[in-house]
Structures are given as C-alpha cells and as structure tokens.
C-alpha cells in the first residue's frame, strides 16, 4: 500500500513538472516578446534609449526569428524544465546563450544572463499576441 502510495504522489509530482514545463513552452510560443527594459549589474536602461523594438518570437519546433540591435536574424531555441533554462543560438553564432527563465506569464517574460562583459543581467519582455 505504501508503494501504491508513493508510485501515486511521484506521478502527480511528475505530471505537474510536465504540465508546467508545458505552460511555459506554450506561453513562449504564444507570444512575441518585445524588450522593454534590461539591467546591467545595478543600472536599469528602458529599451527605447538602447534596443527600441528589439524582440523575439519563439516557434513551435524550436526555431525563432528575432530583432536584435535593429538586425533581424534566424536561430534554434530549447528549454529545459528541469533547470529553466532558455537556450538560444542565432544564425552565425559560435555559441550558444543560455539564459534563467525567472518568470513568465501571458504578459511579461523575465529572463536573467550573464552579459559579454561577464556582469549579471536581467532583460525584461512585454508579451504581444500572435
């Protein structure tokens, strides 16, 4: 009976990792994100003096199309749900960017790395429907 019992709390556990894992898959796919803000180490920048219109769309079978720095480009994404983190590689980049999903809803995405300069940074997203 303990056994029925603990197989039953490991599924329950496991189908809600899944089914979050899921949401959050399916919010980033239902979106176009569009940066509003970023913060360097303790100094927040609102998008407009830097990246105005900068943003990302987030596809279904693991492709993207985004505007970065004004330049459109293509590249691949994946998210793990154990460690939620984004994954991302544009078209061209030697490497990959690996970035914490700290939150995600159907209107805002934060999402916190580590900048070329090796400083903490947190880039902020408003969600625009498809």
Same mark, same amino acid.
């Given at each position: =009976? /303990?056994?029925? +019992?603990?197989?039953?709390?490991?599924?329950?556990? *496991?189908?809600? *990792?899944?089914?979050?894992?899921?949401?959050?898959?399916?919010?980033?796919?239902? &979106? /176009?994100?569009?940066?509003?803000?970023?913060?360097?180490?303790?100094? /927040?920048? !609102? *998008?407009?003096?830097?990246?105005?219109?900068?943003?990302?769309?987030? +596809?279904?079978?693991?492709?993207? $199309?985004?505007?970065?720095?004004?330049?459109? $480009? #293509?590249?691949?994404?994946?998210?793990?749900?154990? @460690?939620?983190?984004?994954?991302?590689?544009?078209?061209?980049?030697?490497?990959?960017?690996? =970035? +914490?999903? &700290?939150?995600? !809803?159907? @209107? $805002? +995405?934060?999402?916190?790395?580590?900048?070329?300069?090796?400083?903490? =940074?947190?880039?902020?997203? #408003?969600?625009?429907?498809?």
């Amino acid at each position: =009976m /303990k056994h029925i +019992l603990s197989l039953s709390l490991f599924l329950v556990i *496991a189908i809600g *990792a899944f089914a979050q894992s899921a949401s959050t898959t399916k919010s980033l796919c239902s &979106r /176009k994100w569009i940066t509003t803000e970023f913060q360097l180490g303790n100094q /927040k920048f !609102s *998008a407009t003096d830097v990246l105005e219109n900068d943003g990302t769309m987030f +596809l279904e079978g693991g492709t993207l $199309t985004s505007v970065d720095n004004g330049v459109a $480009t #293509k590249g691949k994404w994946s998210f793990d749900e154990n @460690s939620k983190v984004l994954t991302t590689q544009n078209e061209g980049d030697k490497e990959p960017s690996k =970035m +914490l999903v &700290r939150s995600i !809803s159907e @209107s $805002t +995405l934060v999402l916190e790395t580590m900048s070329h300069e090796s400083q903490p =940074m947190t880039i902020y997203f #408003k969600g625009q429907k498809l």
